[in-house]
C-alpha cells in the first residue's frame, strides 16, 4: 500500500475558495473519502467530483475499490472518513440511507444485473418509475396515461417492446442488463451509476450499450461507467479515470490515461 | 400503447374457492338443520364447529402466506397473533359469564375469585362490551405487530433471523401467560363461556352463525389479500421477496411495505383466533408454543406458498387428517406421518399442491401457445 | 433457599450440642489436666433436688475445671445423676444400674437407695450452658474454638463468666479470638454495658462477616446509644455487602453452569446452523437421542455388568456420539443435501424430522421420564468461601469446554475441518480442488449432530431424560447462536455464557419465568441493534 493516505491531507474545515467553487458547481463531489474493512483499506482518500451533464468512464484492476466507491455513493456503506456531496453541495450524502439517495436522483445499476425476476418486463419499469413511493397510498395507485406513454418510450430507449409481457427472470443476461438500465431511466435519475453494464455481452450487445449509455447522456443525465472492457470505454469517448488502491491514479482521455506509466504499471503488474 | 394486462381480482382459482366457500355456507346450515339427524347427508353440529375451525385455521395460513408468499417473511410467530385475538375474544366471553360462574361474582371471572383478586385489573375493563373487544382482536395483534416489526424492518433483521426472533416472541408470550398473576387464567386460560351477544355459544343456530360467519371472514380476507398482492403496493412486495437491496435503491422504504402487510397479517391472524375461541371453547397458553406456528407454515407449504388459495387449502386438507387419523386408531402414527408429510412436501412438492397445479397449468398454456421461453432462467450463478 | 436457610441454624445448633457431649466425653477422659479442684460444694448442693441449687450446682461445676465435671453433667441431662443415703450423697448410675463415684468413678461398696435429680426446661438450659463452658477448657484446641464459636451462636449471658474464665487460660490465639468474638456477641446484647465496649464489640463481630454476625448485629437493643447504633448499621451494611457479592458469585456460577448446559445444546447447532446453514430443527431430538442412549448404555449395566456403573457415562459419550452422528449422516443424505441454499426449508424438513424422532423414542421407550442415575464422581458437592458447588454441575462445565475445544480443535488442525471450512467458503472451488464436497457436507453434518448426542449425555444427568427433552432446548440453542453470531464458534461460547449467566443474575430480581422472558425481549432488542450478533462476520459486501 501506498503511503499517500498518510500524507494526504485531512478536509480543512473552512474549504479554500477553489475548492469551494468546485464544490458548488459539481454534481457530484468526493473529498478524502476514506473505507476500511477489517484493516483493509478499500477506500483510501478517494477525491474527485463529477460535474452535471458529464459522463464519466472508471477503470481499475480488480480490488480497486470500483463497487465500494458506488456503495458509499449510494449510502450503502457509510465512509470512515471524508465528505461526499451531491447537488452543488446542497447534500450530505454521508448523512442519508439509500432510500433518501435514490429519492434525490442518483439511480445505480449493480454489477450483477438486478431485475424482479418474478415481475414481467413491464411492471419491472412500473415500479421503477419516478412516482409515489410510500407504502399506503400505493395500495390505490393507478397509473396515469402520461406514466403508460414515459414507459412506452422507456420500452423503444432500451429495445425490449416485444419481451414487455415476458418475466424478468426469463430475459437473457444482456437483455436483463437493458433492463436495469431502462429501469434507472425510468427513476429519471440526475446521475446514473452503472456498474459493469456489458459483462457478459455480444460485441453487438456491447456495442449497442455503449450507444445507449450516450443517448441517456444527451439528454442531460450524468452517467458515472465503471467498466473493464478498454473497446467499450473507448466507444463511450468520455473523460476516464484509473482507479488504484482506493484511490485515483491517473485522469484523462483514454489516451492519455493508458499512456500512463503507473496505469501500465498498475495493469501489467511489476 | 402499452397493452395493461392486469390481472383479475379473482382469478379462476379465485373464484373457484369463493364459491365453494359460498356452497359451504349455504349447504352446512341446510344439512344440518333442515335434514333428519339419521340422514346420511345429515351434517351433526360438532362438525359444523369442526368446519368452523378449519376456515378459522385458513384465514390464519392466508395471514402468513401474505407475509411469506408474497414478501418473504417467515414468521416463526404468528400463532401468537391468532391468540391474541383468541384471548381478546375470549376475555369478552368470560365477562359474559357474569353471576353463571363456580363462584357467582358479577364482575370478576372465576380464577380471580380463585385467585383472590379484589377487584378487575384495568386490562380487562371494556371487555363486556362488545365493539370494544371487536376493536382489540385487531389491536392487540396488530399493534404487537406494529412494534415488533418497526423495530425488526427498521434494522433490517431478516431471513433466518427474523424467524428466530419471531419464535422467540411467541416463546415469551407463551411464558408470561401461563403465569397467573399476568390475569389471563394461567394454564387454563379462559373457558366455560356461556354465550355470545346474548346467545347461547352452545345453541345450534349459534354455531351455525359462527360457522357462516367464519366462511364470510374466509372469503373477505382472501378478497383483501387478493386485491392488496395485486396493487402497486403488492408488486413492491413481491420485489422486496426478491431483491430487495433493489427496491431500495429504486427508492421504496422496503421496512414500511413489510411493516404494513405484517400489520395486516397478524389483524387477519387475530380475526382468525376471535372466531376459532367461540366454536371450540377455550382459549389457553399453548396456543402461543412455538410448535403451532410452525405447523401453520406446514399447512401453506402443503397447499403451495405464494398462492392464497393453496394456502386455505393446505389448512383445511392438513387439519382434515389431523382430525382424521388422531382419532382412529392410526392415532400413535400421527407425528410419524406429520413429520413425514414436512419432509415429502419440502422434497417433492416444492411449490405445493396449487403452486404444482399452477406450474403445470402454464406448461401446457405455454405449449398451445408459442415456443417456450424459460420460465424461470437461473441468472449467472452466484 | 428460603427454606434452606431457615434450616440452617437449627442444624448448626444441633451439630454443636453433639460436639459438646464429644467435648465432654474428651475432657473426662483426661484426668491429668486439671489440678483437683474441690467441687464437692457443688455436689452437695444437687442433693437438695431444687430447680434453683441444681442450676447453682452446674454454674459452679461450670468454672471449677474439675475433670469429673463434664461427666457429672451429662450424667445428669441423661438423667443418670442419683442422689441417696444419710447424710444424702449424689452418684452416677453406670452400666446395669451400679453406682459410681462421681469423682472417680468407682463403684461405691455400700449403695443406698437412690432417685434420679429432677430436671425441668430451665436445668436443660444450664446444662447446655454448663457443657459448652466446659468444651471451653476441652485440651483439644479444636473443641475449644468449636465450643467458643457455639458459645457465640447461643448469645447466652450466663456463659459470659465461663468464657471469661476459659479466656484468661486460653493461649492459643485461633482460639482465643473465636473466644473475643463469641465475648463480643454476647456483649452486643447485654443490657448495661458502657458504649465504648459495645462499639469494641460490633466491630469485633462486624469483622467476622458473615450472615451469623448479620443476625448477633442485628440483635443490638434499642436502648443501645446512638453511636453504637450506627456503628452496628454500619457493620450491617459491609457485611450486607460483602454477602451480596458472595450471592452474587454464586449467581455467576449458578449462571456459568447454566451456560455451559446452553453451550453444549447450542454447539452441535453451531455447526449445522452457523457453518451449513441449515436450520436444524431436530437439533433438539439428537440431544435427546444421546441421553436415551445414555439411558439404554446404563439399562446394559444395570443388567450386565453392575461394576462399570460409575463408568457408564464415560461410555456413553463415544457411543451417543457415533450414534447420533450416525443419524446425523442419514438424514442429510436422505433429506437435507436437497435442499442446499433453501434454508427456510431445511426448516420445514428438519421439522418434520423432529417429530419422527419424537414419536419414535415415545413408541419404543414410551413417553413417560426414564430414570437416567449418576455415577458417584457426579454426586456430591463443597465450599469455596461461601460458594456451594456440586460436582455434577462443576463436570459439566469441564465437560462443556473439552467439547467446545476438541470442536475448534478439530476445525482448525485436522485435514476434515480444512474441508469443512474449505467447503463452506467456496463450494466449488473446493470441489474443483478434488475435495468431495458431498461426503464433506455429510460428515459436518454428522460431526454436528454428534455433537448435539454428546450433549445429551451430559443433559441427561441433569433434566428428564423423555422424548420431548429436546424441544426445550431448540429454541434457547438457536438464539444463542444467532447472539453469538452466526457462523462463529467463540461467539457461541461467549454468547452462551453471557445468556446463561444474565438469566441467572436477573432471576433473582424478576422470578424464574420473567427473567426468562426479559432475556428473550433483551436477545430480540439485541438482535435488531447488531443483526448478525455479537461476532459478525465483517466485510467487503459481496451481496450485489
Not at chain 2, 405447523?295 to 387428517?321: C, K
Amino acid at each position: 500500500m501506498t503511503d499517500t493516505a498518510m500524507l494526504a491531507p485531512s478536509t480543512p474545515s473552512e474549504p479554500a475558495p477553489a475548492e469551494k467553487k468546485e464544490l458548488t458547481e459539481a454534481l457530484l463531489y468526493l473529498d478524502a473519502v476514506t473505507v476500511t474493512f477489517d484493516g483493509f483499506r478499500a477506500l483510501n482518500a478517494l477525491s474527485f467530483t463529477v460535474d452535471p451533464g458529464e459522463m464519466r468512464a472508471v477503470i481499475g484492476p480488480n480490488g480497486a475499490g470500483k463497487t465500494t466507491m458506488m456503495d458509499v455513493i449510494t449510502g450503502k456503506t457509510r465512509p470512515d472518513r471524508g465528505d461526499v456531496f451531491f447537488n452543488g453541495g446542497t447534500t450530505d450524502l454521508t448523512k442519508l440511507d439509500e432510500t433518501q439517495i435514490a429519492t434525490l436522483g442518483i439511480g445505480r445499476k449493480f454489477q450483477k444485473p438486478t431485475v424482479f425476476e418474478n415481475h414481467t418486463v413491464l411492471d419491472n419499469l412500473r415500479l421503477a418509475l419516478k412516482g409515489q413511493r410510500r407504502a399506503l397510498p400505493n395500495i390505490f395507485h393507478r397509473e396515469s396515461a402520461a406514466a403508460r406513454e414515459r414507459i412506452d418510450e422507456i420500452f423503444e430507449t432500451i429495445r425490449l417492446t416485444e419481451h414487455r409481457e415476458r418475466l424478468g427472470g426469463a430475459l437473457s443476461h444482456g437483455q436483463k442488463q437493458w433492463l436495469e438500465i431502462g429501469m434507472l431511466l425510468a427513476q429519471d435519475p440526475k446521475l446514473l451509476l452503472v456498474d459493469e453494464p456489458v459483462a457478459g455481452m455480444t460485441d453487438a450487445e456491447t456495442a449497442q450499450t455503449a450507444e445507449l449509455l450516450r443517448e441517456i447522456n444527451a439528454n442531460g443525465h450524468s452517467v458515472v461507467v465503471v467498466e473493464h472492457d478498454m473497446t467499450f470505454v473507448r466507444d463511450l469517448g468520455v473523460r476516464v479515470m484509473c482507479l488504484h488502491e482506493g484511490s485515483v491514479l491517473a485522469e484523462g482521455t483514454l489516451d492519455q490515461v493508458s499512456a500512463n506509466e503507473r496505469v501500465i504499471e498498475v495493469y501489467l503488474g511489476r | 400503447m402499452s397493452i395493461t394486462r392486469q390481472p383479475a381480482l379473482l382469478g379462476t382459482s379465485g373464484i373457484i374457492f369463493l364459491a365453494v366457500l359460498f356452497a359451504a355456507s349455504v349447504l352446512v346450515p341446510v344439512l344440518n338443520l333442515a335434514v333428519a339427524p339419521d340422514s346420511a347427508v345429515h351434517v351433526p353440529t360438532y362438525v359444523v364447529s369442526l368446519l368452523g375451525k378449519y376456515l378459522t385455521y385458513a384465514l390464519l395460513a392466508l395471514s402468513v402466506d401474505l407475509i411469506w408468499g408474497y414478501v418473504g417473511i417467515l414468521s416463526l410467530g404468528q400463532g401468537a397473533f391468532f391468540a391474541l385475538g383468541g384471548y381478546a375474544m375470549g376475555m369478552y366471553l368470560m365477562r359474559q359469564i357474569g353471576t353463571r360462574g363456580v363462584y357467582g361474582d358479577p364482575v370478576l371471572p372465576d380464577f380471580m375469585v380463585f385467585l383472590n383478586w379484589k377487584e378487575l385489573p384495568w386490562f380487562w375493563y371494556g371487555f363486556d362490551w362488545f365493539p370494544f373487544a371487536a376493536l382489540m382482536v385487531l389491536l392487540a395483534p396488530g399493534i404487537l405487530a406494529l412494534v415488533f416489526g418497526w423495530f425488526a424492518f427498521r434494522s433490517r433483521v431478516t431471513g433466518v433471523y427474523l424467524s428466530i426472533i419471531t419464535q422467540a416472541m411467541t416463546f415469551a408470550l407463551l411464558l408470561a401467560f401461563f403465569r397467573n398473576d399476568m390475569g389471563f387464567g394461567g394454564n387454563n386460560g379462559l373457558t366455560d363461556f356461556k354465550d355470545i351477544l346474548g346467545f347461547n355459544i352452545q345453541a345450534d343456530g349459534t354455531r351455525l352463525t359462527l360457522f357462516v360467519l367464519s366462511a364470510l371472514a374466509l372469503g373477505l380476507g382472501y378478497v383483501l389479500c387478493r386485491f392488496l398482492v395485486r396493487s402497486h403496493f403488492g408488486k413492491v412486495l413481491v420485489a422486496i421477496r426478491d431483491a430487495e437491496t433493489r427496491v431500495r435503491f429504486t427508492g421504496y422504504r422496503a421496512e414500511n411495505y413489510k411493516l404494513v402487510a405484517f400489520v395486516v397479517s397478524a389483524m387477519l391472524a387475530g380475526i382468525a383466533g376471535a372466531l376459532y375461541v367461540p366454536q371450540v371453547g377455550i382459549i389457553n397458553p399453548s396456543e402461543f408454543s412455538p410448535a403451532n406456528s410452525i405447523e401453520i407454515i406446514v399447512w401453506v407449504a402443503v397447499g403451495g406458498r405464494g398462492t392464497l388459495v393453496g394456502a386455505a387449502l393446505g389448512a383445511v386438507l392438513v387439519n382434515y387428517a389431523k382430525t382424521y387419523f388422531t382419532s382412529g386408531m392410526l392415532a400413535p402414527y400421527w407425528l410419524f406421518m406429520l413429520g413425514g408429510l414436512f419432509v415429502a412436501v419440502t422434497l417433492f412438492l416444492p411449490k405445493g399442491i396449487v403452486g404444482t397445479y399452477y406450474d403445470w397449468r402454464e406448461k401446457r398454456r405455454r405449449h398451445d401457445d408459442i415456443p417456450a421461453a424459460p420460465l424461470a432462467a437461473p441468472g449467472p450463478a452466484e | 433457599m428460603t427454606s434452606r436457610a431457615r434450616l440452617f441454624p437449627s442444624l448448626r445448633v444441633l451439630c454443636a450440642a453433639l460436639a459438646l457431649l464429644f467435648a465432654a466425653a474428651l475432657v473426662g477422659t483426661f484426668p491429668g489436666r486439671a489440678e483437683a479442684q474441690d467441687i464437692s460444694g457443688a455436689l452437695g448442693q444437687f442433693t437438695s433436688n431444687k430447680y434453683d441449687d441444681t442450676e447453682a450446682a452446674l454454674g459452679a461445676l461450670a468454672l471449677s475445671g474439675s475433670p469429673a465435671a463434664a461427666g457429672i453433667v451429662s450424667a445428669l441431662a441423661d438423667g443418670r445423676l442419683v442422689f441417696g443415703g444419710l447424710p444424702p450423697r449424689v452418684f452416677i448410675e453406670g452400666e446395669g444400674g451400679a453406682l459410681l463415684d462421681p469423682l472417680t468413678m468407682q463403684p461405691v461398696a455400700d449403695a443406698p437407695p437412690v432417685k434420679p435429680v429432677r430436671v425441668n426446661n430451665r436445668v436443660r438450659r444450664a446444662i447446655e450452658a454448663a457443657n459448652g463452658a466446659l468444651s471451653l477448657v476441652s485440651p483439644d484446641a479444636g473443641k475449644r474454638r468449636e465450643a467458643a464459636l457455639a458459645v457465640g451462636r447461643s448469645r447466652d449471658e450466663a456463659a459470659l463468666p465461663a468464657l471469661d474464665a476459659a479466656l484468661a487460660k486460653e493461649s492459643d490465639p485461633q482460639v482465643k479470638s473465636a473466644m473475643n468474638l463469641a465475648r463480643a456477641s454476647i456483649l452486643i446484647g447485654k443490657e448495661g454495658i458502657s458504649p465504648a465496649e459495645r462499639i469494641a464489640a460490633v466491630e469485633l463481630v462486624g469483622a467476622e462477616g458473615n450472615q451469623d454476625a448479620l443476625a448477633i448485629l442485628r440483635g443490638v437493643p434499642d436502648s443501645a446509644a446512638p453511636e453504637v447504633k450506627q456503628a452496628a448499621a454500619q457493620a450491617i451494611e459491609g457485611i450486607e455487602r460483602n454477602l451480596a457479592m458472595w450471592g452474587m458469585a454464586q449467581n455467576v456460577w449458578y449462571g456459568l453452569s447454566l451456560g455451559s448446559v446452553l453451550l453444549l445444546a447450542a454447539i452441535g447447532l453451531a455447526i449445522t446452523f452457523g457453518v451449513m446453514g441449515v436450520i436444524n430443527m431436530a437439533h433438539g431430538e439428537m440431544v435427546m437421542l444421546g441421553a436415551y442412549t445414555t439411558f439404554v448404555v446404563q439399562e446394559v449395566i444395570r443388567t450386565s455388568y453392575p461394576g462399570l456403573f460409575d463408568a457408564s457415562l464415560l461410555i456413553a459419550i463415544p457411543l451417543a456420539f457415533l450414534f447420533t452422528g450416525l443419524i446425523g449422516v442419514i438424514i442429510e443424505r436422505t433429506v437435507i443435501r436437497f435442499l442446499y441454499g433453501r434454508a427456510l426449508e431445511t426448516l420445514l424438513a428438519t421439522w418434520g424430522i423432529s417429530l419422527i424422532l419424537q414419536q419414535a423414542i415415545r413408541t419404543i421407550f414410551g413417553p413417560t421420564n426414564r430414570e437416567v442415575g449418576a455415577p458417584s464422581w457426579m454426586s456430591g458437592s463443597f465450599e469455596i468461601g461461601h460458594l456451594s458447588i456440586t460436582s455434577g454441575r462443576l463436570w459439566i462445565i469441564v465437560f462443556a469446554l473439552l467439547v467446545f475445544f476438541a470442536l475448534l480443535a478439530t476445525l482448525r488442525l485436522t485435514r476434515i475441518g480444512l474441508e469443512m471450512r474449505a467447503v463452506t467458503q467456496n463450494r466449488r472451488m473446493a470441489a474443483s480442488m478434488g475435495i468431495r464436497t458431498n461426503w464433506v457436507d455429510a460428515m459436518t453434518f454428522g460431526l454436528g449432530s454428534g455433537i448435539a448426542g454428546m450433549a445429551g449425555v451430559a443433559l441427561s444427568q441433569i433434566d428428564n431424560v423423555s422424548p420431548n427433552l429436546g424441544q426445550s432446548y431448540i429454541i434457547d440453542s438457536f438464539l444463542v447462536v444467532v447472539f453469538g453470531g452466526v457462523g462463529n464458534l467463540w461467539g457461541t461460547l461467549v454468547g452462551a455464557m453471557t445468556l446463561g449467566v444474565a438469566n441467572k443474575l436477573l432471576e433473582p430480581y424478576a422470578g424464574a419465568v420473567l427473567g426468562k422472558i426479559a432475556l428473550l425481549v433483551i436477545v430480540i432488542l439485541f438482535i435488531q441493534k447488531r443483526p448478525r450478533g455479537l461476532f459478525a462476520l465483517k466485510g467487503r459486501s459481496i451481496e450485489a
